[in-house]
């Protein structure tokens, strides 16, 4: 795609900005040299404005390492507008990101946030520490001040496995953030964050267990899911007839961030509503 910077300086391979020494923040660079393709926000939004929107994500530790697990469905006002929307992201290695709140600016904001760490890391030879990446997110989060403003807000939850951690066995970590970009480190080793999370922290605030591992992690989470698809009406239960299920991401140290394959997730799903169709109380 050719960038403002290129049409501007005619008969030269690359423009001035490729060769400016500045920032390692892949946004400071498109800020100079293509400012038109950073995330826009209209300056005079009037009136409300329906967009889709992402809602229930849960995130929670257990023994060696971390995850984040997510529903399908976004809605549109009372609308569901899609049945099986991925809100759940790789970032980098050891690190992935959920997304709450509008969904368009949301996805723009992960993507460019991925750029963002990958940009850091060849530039500086060593990628962000877990602080770091969290509070890039931070910073990103503050730019989209104006468009939460206007009702598009975007709710992100951060979790990453710190690899400088003196006990890999607690390494995993989680922020979450408000719409401001204000940062905080959790410290129960679970929260949420989406129209459902109210619920899906009820529910993990009797299951979770710090000494859990993997597979009873990833069981305890898409149990919170079921509960907040259960109460909250934007929230997607796992569907059977059209067979789609919760999306997980674990990260360890030794495996790093992973996304679980779908077969595995639709194992667990169904073995959880198998459960609830057996006890449909509780």
């Known amino acids: ?59 929670l530790t257990f023994r060696g390492g971390v995850l984040l697990a997510g529903d399908r469905r ?40 991925a750029v963002e760490l990958e940009h850091y890391e060849k530039l500086e030879g060593v990628p962000l520490s877990l602080d770091g990446k969290a509070n890039k997110l931070a910073t990103m989060l503050r730019g989209n001040l104006q468009g939460a403003m206007a009702g598009l807000a975007v709710v992100p939850l951060f979790a990453g496995f710190d690899t400088a951690a003196e006990d890999p066995d607690r390494a995993g970590r989680i922020v979450t953030y408000d719409v401001t970009g204000g940062r905080y480190d959790e410290s129960a080793g679970y929260n949420a964050v989406g129209s459902g999370s109210l619920f899906a922290k009820s529910a993990l605030k009797k299951r979770h267990d710090p000494e859990a591992d993997v597979d009873s992690a990833v069981r305890n989470a898409i149990e919170a899911l079921y509960d907040a698809a259960d109460d909250d009406s934007a929230t997607g239960g796992p569907d059977v007839a059209r067979k789609i299920y919760p999306t997980v991401v674990t990260i360890t140290g030794s495996e790093g961030a992973v996304r679980m394959s779908e077969e595995r997730t639709a194992a667990v799903a169904e073995e959880v509503v198998a459960g609830r169709q057996q006890n449909p109380g509780g």
């Open 1 to 59: 795609m050719e960038s403002s910077s290129t049409r501007s300086h005619p008969g030269q391979a690359l423009p001035p900005e490729y060769f400016t020494p500045g920032s390692s923040s892949f946004t400071d660079f498109l800020r100079a040299a293509a400012p038109e393709m950073l995330p826009q926000v209209a300056e005079n939004t009037e009136g409300s404005v329906d967009m889709p929107h992402g809602t229930t994500i849960v995130a």
């Open 74 to 113: 976004s809605t549109m006002g009372n609308i569901i507008a899609q049945r099986d929307m991925d809100k759940l992201y790789v970032t980098d290695d050891y690190s992935a990101v959920g997304i709450a709140g509008t969904a368009g600016i949301a996805l723009e904001m992960v993507r460019l946030y």
